[in-house]
Structures are given as structure tokens and as C-alpha cells.
């Protein structure tokens, strides 16, 4: 029996207790950087 659950709508495995935040819509996250940390 695994010790984490599933979230029903993203799939994504949760830790007991956790909330998984893929249903929340005031969330604003900035994806313009991303890949590219690594370059000078």
C-alpha cells in the first residue's frame, strides 16, 4: 500500500495531509525564465 495519495484531477502524488494546488486559480506563476538557469 503506497503512503501518499493521488490527487484526483492532476494525478500528481501527495504526501499525506498535503493539498495539491492544481485546482487554484489565483496562482500566478512566472514560466519566462524557465530553462534558462544555465546560460551565462
Known amino acids: ?3 501518499y495519495r ?3 484531477h492532476c494525478g500528481a ?3 499525506p495531509g498535503e ?3 492544481c ?3 489565483d496562482t500566478k ?3 519566462s525564465n ?3 538557469e544555465n546560460q551565462d
Do not use: K, S
Request: with cysteine; hydrophobic share 15%.
Open 13 to 15: 502524488h501527495l504526501d
Open 34 to 36: 524557465a530553462g534558462n
Open 19 to 21: 493539498r495539491c494546488d
Open 23 to 25: 485546482q487554484e486559480t
Open 1 to 3: 500500500m503506497p503512503y
Open 6 to 8: 493521488t490527487c484526483p
Open 29 to 31: 506563476e512566472d514560466y
